[in-house]
C-alpha cells in the first residue's frame, strides 16, 4: 500500500528555523566570548569531591597528577565556588563551540540554497503547470485576500467613517486600525465571519502575518467604561478563549474608553509585535 503523505501548511513551511538559529547563534557567541574571559582568571587545577557523612568534603587538586588534593576548608566556599564553576564553563565552552559549527554550517547552507528560491528559479513557461511546496508571498496574499464574503449591515442611521480602502468602518479607532494595518502592508478583512459556539461572528478584523502565514483576529472595544458593554464584552472574551481564540496566540485586543481613547501608538506595537 502507498504512503499517504500529510500536505504541510503555509504556516509550518514559515515557520523559519533559520531565525531562531541567528538568534541561538548569537547567544552561543556572546556566552563563549564571556566563558573564555571568564577562564583566564579560573584557578589552575579542578575540584575533588567525596561524600562525608550528610554532605561532602572538597578537596583541591593542582593538576591531573595531584590525585587527593588539598583539603579545603568549609568556610572557604569562594575556592569551591570557582573551581565548580570552571568545570562547568569549561564543558559547556566544549558544547557550544560544536553547536556553534552545526549552526554555522546549516546557516550557510540555507543562504545560498533556500528551497524557497526553487520555485523562482523554474522557467516561467513551466510554473503553471507547478503546485510548489511554498507559495511565493505574492501569490500566497492575492489568493488570501480574494475570500468572498457579504459585509456586515450598518443601520440607516449609523454614523459613517471610512479607511483609505474607502471601507466603510464603525468607529474611528477602527478607521485608524484599518489605515495602520494598509500602511505596513498587512492584508487583511474586515468583519470576516467566523463561527463561535456554532455561531457566526463577525470580529473586528482577521489579519494575515505575511512572514509567519499565520491569521490574528482583531477586536477592538470601544466603550469599556460603559459597565453593561464591559460585562457583555468580557463574557465575549472568555468565550473565544474557549473556543481556542486567545489573546496573544491568535488574537489581539486593544481597548478604549470615553477619556482614554486607543492611540495610533499603541496600534502600531501591536502590529510590530504580532504582525510584522
Known amino acids: 500500500m502507498a504512503k499517504k503523505y500529510r500536505n504541510h501548511t503555509q504556516e509550518e513551511w514559515a515557520s523559519d528555523l533559520r531565525i531562531k538559529a541567528e538568534k541561538r547563534l548569537e547567544l552561543l557567541n556572546d556566552t563563549i566570548e564571556r566563558i573564555e574571559a571568564n577562564l583566564t582568571t579560573a584557578p589552575e587545577g579542578m ?13 583541591w587538586r593542582r593538576n591531573t597528577c595531584d590525585r587527593s588534593g588539598r583539603y579545603i576548608s568549609k ?73 468572498d464574503y457579504a459585509p456586515g449591515y450598518f443601520a440607516p442611521d449609523y454614523p459613517e467613517y471610512y479607511t483609505a480602502k474607502d471601507e466603510r468602518v464603525r468607529s474611528k479607532a477602527e478607521e485608524n486600525i484599518a489605515n495602520l494595518l494598509k500602511m505596513n502592508n498587512v492584508p487583511y478583512h474586515y468583519e470576516f465571519p467566523i463561527i463561535i459556539d456554532e455561531e457566526e461572528r463577525r470580529p473586528d478584523f482577521l489579519c494575515l502575518n ?15 467604561d460603559n459597565l453593561d458593554y464591559a460585562q457583555r464584552n468580557v463574557d465575549k472574551i472568555n468565550r473565544m478563549a474557549a ?11 486593544t481597548f478604549e474608553t470615553s477619556i482614554q481613547p486607543l492611540n495610533t501608538r499603541i496600534i502600531q506595537i501591536m502590529i510590530d509585535k504580532f504582525l510584522l
Not at 505575511?210 to 469599556?224: A, L, N, S
Not at 473556543?243 to 485586543?253: E, M
Open 75 to 147: 568556610t572557604d566556599t569562594d575556592k569551591v565556588r570557582s573551581l565548580a564553576n570552571k568545570e562547568y564553563q569549561t564543558k559547556f565552552l566544549q558544547a557550544a563551540k560544536k553547536e556553534r559549527e552545526s549552526l554555522e554550517n546549516y546557516l550557510q547552507i540555507v543562504k545560498s540554497n533556500p528551497v524557497e528560491a526553487v520555485f523562482e528559479d523554474i522557467r516561467e513557461a513551466r510554473k503553471p503547470f507547478i503546485i510548489p511546496f511554498i507559495t511565493p508571498d505574492d501569490t500566497y496574499i492575492t489568493a488570501w485576500q480574494s475570500k
Open 243 to 253: 473556543n481556542g481564540y486567545i489573546h496573544g496566540h491568535n488574537c489581539i485586543f
Open 47 to 59: 575540584l575533588r569531591d567525596v561524600h562525608h557523612r550528610d554532605g561532602y568534603q572538597y578537596y
Open 210 to 224: 505575511v512572514r509567519t502565514k499565520k491569521e490574528f483576529i482583531w477586536e477592538h472595544f470601544g466603550m469599556m
